[in-house]
């Protein structure tokens, strides 16, 4: 993990690079998120402002967009398509924000924050129904269908995340499992869409969604490790908060399997919530067992995976695009 | 209003008359929703068990099966649209429930009382999701595009709502606008696509979704009329909750507007959440200003206006069992 300012402008820049090819395409997204959002109720639209300001890196929308262009080319389909798997994403991180009881987002307050629970809830609400009425604008309900799939999956991941809280128990394959449903699924449906609606035949169509749904794993392990790791005024969002909230992910499920008696049993205790722990104890045991540089490794498993299926896409810019993509997941510090 | 068992019994006893020709649909819709919910993880499912059980009336798949059959006849559509509808209702419920921090439902603890509000916020998300998902199995995406505008509507309703709380100056016009919104759009498009899957045409479809929309505003009028007057061990869920939540209300509007100054001033405070108050008192003010009357007059009016819309259709025994689904409205005690 490269965890300094230079470091980050580096990523800044070559996803920048990245993201030449679809630039256009990504404001025309932006563009179609805008407009659907649009309410007759101003202090609507000033939430949606405020969580307009949430969007960041655009990673689905823009795996959606190259994953079209990989397969054939992008149409106005993939737009529409790109503003819906952002409205969920953003739909799932207002919603987690009310979940986690979170107070920072992309260096800003979130909704619950400014306006309380009860309107995060209800504008998660208004971006999950704008999403779904957004997808069932386009000609024919298969993309609809394919999305409410992938949002029923994800739903699932969120409730097995609440089952297994503070849950010592928890193995790695449950984790994994649960990461799957929790954010894989999201961007396997964006990659298999852009795939499809290029006019890629369902060989491509299945390798696409195998790539986004081991990019969206590697994605999620890397975001658990930076909640230790990382640096909350380079993410810009509250950090710490898995352990505090009971989440077992894969560094503490790795130290947990590893420790020696007396470090796995603190680590327990901090995980069931029966004694306070802090960030520095936290790092102290998992380096002590070596289980950042284990979670990172299985994450790097996932993007070699997410690399090899593309494999099955004529080389072209946009299939380098999408293997870098994936190869900059585990080396990304935000 | 009458408020006696024997009452409540002749009720259930006419529901029952008018829900005679539509009862074996209204069991394929049951199956068509348990369907759609079955998930691979236990768990979820036990979940869905208990959303099942504050399935009452199922006024919404009631009327837009009925619809459909004073329009031409009842398809297999029908039956998903009606799952879709009910689903869309229960996810609004399990929602509500954690906004108001409400523990009781149709005599059962509330998900968020069983399971704590993270849970019942997730499993709103997979009801929300899991209706758009069935809505797009249809042909063709144009009853996902109308379900989700009535969800954006929705969402905007309950937003107004939130906006409103604790507001004094909410006025009768702004309130009907947001019960609109709340209510009205969902039992609109139900009607709407009753009609419309039966082949019914354009005037005749608006009409319908007119339909849908007046009952709609009534019902919930009565609804928040029985949350002054009902009887909880009737009506089976908290009661009294809209006083105490700062839920400003036709019969508080109308009575703000009527009473002495002390009383107004009283109410004002108890709005305000300044002070305290039961439903005692608040019935006695109410009482003084004939308010649930007035409320309950106001929704007798949008009742006469929701038959006055059936006349766009020839005579039927489906026709007559909306006008009398919506005469039943005000009627009602629970």
Redesign the interface.
């Known amino acids: 993990m490269i965890g300094d300012r230079a470091a980050m402008l580096m990523f800044d820049t070559t996803l920048t690079e990245l993201y030449a090819a679809i630039q256009d395409d990504l404001d025309v997204v932006r563009g179609v998120f805008d407009d659907e959002l649009a309410?007759d109720?101003p202090?609507?639209n000033e939430?949606c402002e405020t969580v307009r300001s949430y969007r960041g890196k655009m990673l689905r929308p823009a795996m959606l967009l190259l994953a079209g262009k990989a397969c054939g080319g992008i149409t106005p389909a993939h737009h529409t398509l790109g503003a819906v798997v952002e409205m969920v994403h953003m739909a799932t991180l207002v919603?987690d924000d009310?979940?986690d009881g979170a107070d920072e987002r992309r260096r800003r307050p979130t909704i619950r924050a400014l306006s309380g629970n009860?309107?995060a809830?209800?504008?998660?609400?208004?971006l999950?129904?704008?999403a779904?009425?957004?997808?069932?604008?386009?000609?024919?309900?298969f993309a609809?269908?394919r999305?409410?799939?992938a949002?029923?999956v994800?739903?699932?991941g969120?409730?097995?995340q609440?089952?297994h809280?503070r849950d010592v128990a928890l193995t790695e394959a449950e984790y994994i499992e649960l990461v799957r449903r929790k954010t894989g699924a999201l961007t396997a449906v964006a990659c298999e869409l852009g795939a499809r609606y290029a006019g890629a035949d369902e060989r491509v169509t299945g390798a696409l969604a195998g790539y986004g749904m081991d990019a969206g794993v590697a994605f999620q392990i890397v975001d658990d490790v930076l909640d230790v790791t990382g640096d909350a005024g380079e993410i810009g969002k509250s950090l710490g908060l898995d352990l505090r909230l009971g989440k077992h992910t894969l560094p503490t499920i790795h130290c947990l399997g590893q420790a020696e008696d007396r470090t796995a049993r603190e680590l327990a205790d901090a995980l069931s919530g029966t004694v306070a722990i802090d960030r520095a104890a936290l790092r102290g045991w998992l380096a002590g067992t070596g289980s950042i540089e284990y979670a990172l490794a299985v994450a790097e498993s996932y993007v070699k995976s997410a690399v090899k299926r593309l494999d099955v896409l004529p080389p072209s810019e946009a299939r380098s695009s999408l293997a870098a993509m994936a190869e900059f997941i585990t080396r990304r510090t935000f």
């Open positions: 309410s109720l202090f609507v939430f919603h009310v979940l009860v309107a809830v209800l504008l998660g609400d208004y999950i129904s704008h779904f009425h957004l997808c069932s604008g386009l000609n024919e309900p609809s269908r999305i409410g799939a949002t029923n994800v739903c699932e969120e409730l097995l609440n089952r809280c």
